[in-house]
């Protein structure tokens, strides 16, 4: 997998689905087992987006304020 991939990579799909077409402009956890956050440009409008992932809810729990967008989860 390449460093700027998001992973699961169904994630592309749902991402998608809620802001068009993308790209990946940064990996911020790079060697993390627990937890991603990616930031992403839709290519539509060049807004930047971030995208949290996390194994464990209460991980999640501590940083969503930090984020101005979120996709709910499957």
């Not at 290519?43 to 971030?50: I, L, T």
Request: glycine share 6%; net charge positive.
């Amino acid at each position: 997998m390449k460093p700027l991939d998001i992973h699961p990579t169904a994630l592309y799909e749902q991402v998608q689905s809620n802001i068009g077409s993308f790209q990946v402009l940064a990996n911020y956890r790079l060697n993390s087992v627990r937890t991603g956050v990616w930031k992403l440009q839709s290519d539509q409008d060049s807004k930047c987006y971030y995208l949290k992932t996390y194994s464990r809810k209460l991980a999640f729990a501590a940083g969503p304020g930090a984020y101005t967008c979120s996709f709910p989860p499957t």
